[in-house]
T-cell receptor
């Protein structure tokens, strides 16, 4: 079965640079979510989109923005990167007909130097 | 207050034995969903099992079952016949309400080690 696709899988950036993470949900899933997981921590919710509209918002820094496009893929844009942004970034997708269970992608490991 | 509490940072179990991972939750919303995920050392988050707040019976998925005690607000994961491949971090999560797109709240996780 098709899973959530995230790209890139690994990303290395310098401080103050920008980064764009991409997420392609499972086919026919209409909702995407973004989470940030620091080393040894639980995933922290950033933001979600349902049918291309922002649905819920968590602890997403103002330096970050995200959107969902007409083909349901989503992008997380991160600017003025800081050392503390180094983390594993997960995208998840869900479909209402499947109890909104979130299926996670493999994650993008971002390292800020 | 923490919405999801996992009080066991680390657990050990003998291969082929059963193990219970604890999870308690806190919500005033009558509609909610409870989920368990497995995160191996490779990093991916694997969905294991789901329990809805209105479900009358405990959820089961193969060797995984969820011991749902609504009055006690607990949703413990039971893994039967443990295998070496079960060694991983396990997260309990909750979604409040029925709105599509609502965030999941995660616990701090339990690290399970299966001993041969």
């Amino acid at each position: 079965a098709a899973g959530v696709i995230q790209s890139p899988r690994h990303l290395i950036k310098e401080k103050r640079e920008t980064a764009t993470l991409k997420c392609y949900p499972i086919p026919r899933h209409d909702t995407v979510y973004w989470y940030q997981q620091g080393p040894g921590q639980d995933p922290q919710f950033l933001i979600s989109f349902y049918e291309k509209m922002q649905s819920d918002k968590g602890s997403i820094p103002d330096r970050f923005s995200a959107q969902q496009f007409s083909d349901y893929h989503s992008e997380l844009n991160m600017s003025s990167l800081e050392l503390g942004d180094s983390a594993l970034y997960f995208c998840a997708s869900s479909s209402r007909v499947r109890t909104d269970t979130q299926y996670f992608g493999p994650g993008t490991r971002l390292t800020v130097l | 207050a923490q919405k999801i509490t996992q009080t066991q940072p680390g657990m050990f179990v003998q291969e082929k034995e059963a193990v219970t991972l604890d999870c308690t939750y806190d919500t005033s919303d009558p509609s909610y969903g409870l989920f368990w995920y497995k995160q191996p050392s490779s990093g991916e988050m694997i969905f294991l099992i789901y329990q809805g707040s209105y479900d009358q019976q405990n959820a089961t998925e193969g060797r995984y079952s969820l011991n749902f005690q609504k009055a006690r607000k607990s949703a413990n994961l039971v893994i039967s016949a443990s295998q070496l491949g079960d060694s991983a971090m396990y997260f309990c999560a909750m979604r409040e309400g029925l709105d599509t797109g609502n965030q999941f709240y995660f616990g701090t996780g339990t690290s399970l080690t299966v001993i041969p």
